[in-house]
C-alpha cells in the first residue's frame, strides 16, 4: 500500500469508497433490485454500482412535478452507453443499436461525444434484454461509465485510412486490457454462473484493485494534424508520431479534464501536457502504468478533486513523470514534433486507400426520424446495402466508411431520397456546434443543452449574416451543468448551465483545441446572449485578420485574456 494511501485512511474516505469496497467487485444488490416489480427504480447505492455497467438511472425531469402532485413515484427509467473503442462499428451491429432504440428504448440513438451509443428511456424490465441485445451483436456497456477508463476515443478519419486502422486497434488493445476483470456484468446481464467465489477474495482486479479508481478516466488517441478527439482533454492523451508515412509512437499528454463544480474556485477545466514520447508498441504499457498511479496517488477523500488532472497538479509534470518512468523501468523519450490544424470534421465524400467515405452532420448526435427528416430509416437502409463500416465521431456525427465505388452510387440514391446532409447548406457555426443530452434526461442538468442550442444558433446566425462570416468556422458548445460532457472550456464561444434559462457565457478557446476558454458573463439568458454576441461578432467581421479564428480574435482585441492552464481558469 502507498504511503499516500495510507495518509488517505486515517482521513475520512468519501462514501463512494465504501460503496465500491462493499460491492462485492461490482454486483451489490443489483439484480435482487432488478427482480422488484413494486418500483421502476433500484437502490441509490445499486445505481452508483449500475454506473460501472454503463447505465444510469433517469427520470424524466419534465413529467416530475406532474408525478409529484399525482403522488406517484418518479417516471424513473434507465441509460445505457454502449462502448465503441474509436467508435468503428460494422452495419450489423448498426441495424441492431437501431433495433434496440426501437424496442426498449426511446427510438432514438444519441451519439456521444466520446464515440459511443446511448439509449435512453429503457424500463427496468427491459434492462437485461436491452445489456443482452448488446452483447448478441458483440458489443458491451462494461466501464462504458464508472470510476474505470471509460471508452477510449480515437481519430475515426477514413481518409487516413492506414495509420486510421492501426491507432483504432491500440484503441481496442487499451480498452480491452483496462476493462475491470470482475465477473459480476456477465453473471447479472446475461446469466453466466460465479467463476470465483468472492467473498473469499479468490477474484482480483488486477489493474483496478477493489475499490477501482477513484473518479473516471478518459483515454484519446489523435493523429495530426486532426485534433478531432480533442486530445487535451484526456487524462491521458496519446498523440501519434508518424515518420515517412509511419505510425512510429506516440507522444503522451495527460492531466486533462472538462469538469468543474460552480462556485468552488478548487475545481476547474484543465489541458493535458505533453510529457514525453513511446514507442508504438509501449502505448498499452504506459496506459496501465498511468492508470496505476492515479489509482495510488488520486483523491479518494474529495470526488470533486478527485479526477486525474489535480493529481497532475498537485503532484507536479515532473513527479508523475518520474514516477511513470520509476513503474516502467524505462524512461520515456522526448516529445517529438507535431502540428494540429483543426479539431473538426470534415464532411461530405472523401476518398482514402481506394475507398469513399461519407461523413454525415448530426445536429447534437441525435438519430431519430421527424415529419421532415427521417435521418434514422435512412440510415437504417443504408446499413442494409453497406458493405464497409460506420465511424462515430468525437463531434457527434458520424462517417459511413470504406465505401465501395460500386456501393457509392447506391448510398447516395439514398442520400439523396432522403434529403440527409453533409452540413454543406449549415454554417460554419452550426457545423462546429455541439451539446450534452442535458433535460429531461440528465440528473445533473441545471438549464438545457441539447434541445435550445439549436434553436440559439438560428439567432446567432442572423449576427453572422449581418457580420457576413456566416461560413466562418467557429465551435460552440453548450453543457447543461459544469460536468462538461460537450468539452465547452475548449469552445471559442461556449455555454455552461447555471440555471433553467440561465448560462455561464465563455469566449476565447482555441480552434485547435489547445487552449481553455475565460467566463465573459455570468449567468445570463438569451436576450443578454445574443446582446452580448452582437457587437464581437461584427467587430470579428470588421477586424479578422486573413484566417484568424475568433478564439484568437477575442484574445487579440482584448475581450478576454488568454488561458492555458486551469489553474489560472478563474482569475
Excluded at 451509443?117 to 436491452?130: A, C, E, M, T, V
Amino acid at each position: 500500500m502507498t504511503e499516500n494511501n495510507n495518509k488517505q485512511l486515517s482521513e475520512k474516505l468519501d462514501e463512494m469508497e465504501r460503496i465500491k469496497g462493499e460491492s462485492n467487485y461490482l454486483r451489490g444488490t443489483i439484480t435482487e433490485g432488478l427482480s422488484d416489480a413494486v418500483t421502476g427504480a433500484i437502490s441509490e447505492e445499486d445505481t452508483k454500482i449500475l454506473k460501472f455497467h454503463g447505465s444510469y438511472q433517469q427520470d424524466d425531469r419534465d413529467l416530475r412535478d406532474e408525478r409529484r402532485r399525482q403522488k406517484l413515484e418518479p417516471a424513473y427509467s434507465f441509460m445505457i452507453r454502449v462502448k465503441v473503442p474509436g467508435g468503428t462499428v460494422t452495419p450489423d451491429q448498426w441495424q441492431a443499436m437501431d433495433d434496440i432504440a426501437d424496442e426498449y428504448a426511446n427510438g432514438t440513438l444519441k451519439l456521444t461525444t466520446r464515440q459511443a451509443f446511448q439509449f435512453h428511456g429503457i424500463l427496468k424490465r427491459n434492462l437485461k434484454h436491452s445489456m443482452q441485445n448488446i452483447n448478441n451483436a458483440v458489443m458491451d456497456s462494461l466501464a462504458a461509465c464508472g470510476d474505470v477508463n471509460r471508452n477510449v476515443m480515437c481519430n475515426p478519419n477514413a481518409y487516413q485510412s492506414k495509420v486510421q486502422q492501426e491507432v483504432n486497434t491500440f484503441a481496442d488493445e487499451i480498452s480491452d486490457h483496462l476493462t475491470p476483470r470482475t465477473g459480476a456484468y456477465h453473471e447479472i446481464w446475461l446469466d453466466e454462473e460465479k467463476i470465483h467465489d468472492t467473498r473469499d477474495e479468490e477474484e482480483v482486479e488486477p489493474v483496478y484493485g477493489k475499490t477501482y479508481l477513484p473518479r473516471k478516466f478518459k483515454i484519446g488517441i489523435a493523429v495530426p494534424p486532426s485534433n478531432d478527439i480533442d486530445v487535451y482533454s484526456q487524462d491521458l492523451g496519446f498523440i501519434a508520431i508518424i515518420e515517412a508515412g509511419q505510425l512510429t509512437g506516440f507522444n503522451i499528454s495527460i492531466g486533462g479534464g472538462m469538469g468543474m463544480t460552480h462556485g468552488n474556485t478548487d475545481t476547474y477545466p484543465q489541458v493535458g501536457r505533453v510529457i514525453g514520447y513511446c514507442p508504438k508498441n509501449s502505448v498499452k504499457e504506459v496506459a496501465e502504468k498511468i492508470v496505476t498511479i492515479q489509482r495510488d496517488y488520486g483523491n479518494r477523500t474529495d470526488r470533486k478533486k478527485a479526477r486525474f488532472k489535480y493529481t497532475v497538479d498537485a503532484k507536479g509534470v515532473d513527479w508523475i513523470r518520474a514516477e511513470l518512468n520509476s513503474r516502467l523501468g524505462w524512461e520515456l523519450n522526448d516529445a517529438k514534433e507535431f502540428q494540429f490544424d483543426h479539431n473538426g470534421d470534415r464532411y461530405g465524400w472523401t476518398k482514402g486507400s481506394g475507398r469513399w467515405h461519407f461523413t454525415l452532420f448530426i445536429q447534437n448526435g441525435r438519430i431519430k426520424n421527424t415529419a421532415n427528416y427521417q435521418l434514422k430509416t435512412a440510415l437504417r437502409e443504408i446499413a442494409g446495402i453497406h458493405t464497409g463500416d460506420f465511424r462515430l465521431t468525437p463531434n457527434q456525427n458520424l462517417i459511413i466508411a470504406n465505401v465501395t465505388a460500386q456501393k457509392k452510387k447506391q448510398i447516395q440514391e439514398i442520400i439523396d431520397e432522403y434529403g440527409i446532409t453533409d452540413g454543406e447548406n449549415y454554417s460554419g457555426l452550426r457545423r462546429n456546434s455541439m451539446a450534452c443530452v442535458a433535460f429531461p434526461t440528465c440528473g445533473l442538468a441545471m438549464a438545457e443543452s441539447e434541445r435550445y442550442l439549436p434553436s440559439l444558433i438560428n439567432k446567432i446566425e442572423e449576427i453572422l449574416d449581418e457580420a457576413g462570416i456566416n461560413e466562418e468556422e467557429i465551435t460552440i458548445r453548450m453543457s447543461g451543468c459544469p460536468n462538461g460532457c460537450s468539452r465547452p472550456a475548449l469552445a471559442e464561444i461556449a455555454f455552461i448551465g447555471k440555471a433553467p434559462g440561465k448560462y455561464n457565457m465563455y469566449l476565447g478557446g482555441g480552434f485547435k483545441g489547445d487552449r481553455l476558454n475565460k467566463l465573459y458573463k455570468e449567468n445570463i439568458g438569451e436576450a443578454e446572449i445574443l446582446e452580448s454576441l452582437h457587437p464581437i461578432l461584427l467587430q470579428y467581421g470588421k477586424e479578422k485578420f486573413e484566417g484568424e479564428h475568433f478564439g484568437d480574435f477575442v484574445i487579440r482585441a482584448g475581450i478576454v485574456e488568454a488561458v492555458h492552464s486551469g489553474q489560472y481558469f478563474h482569475n
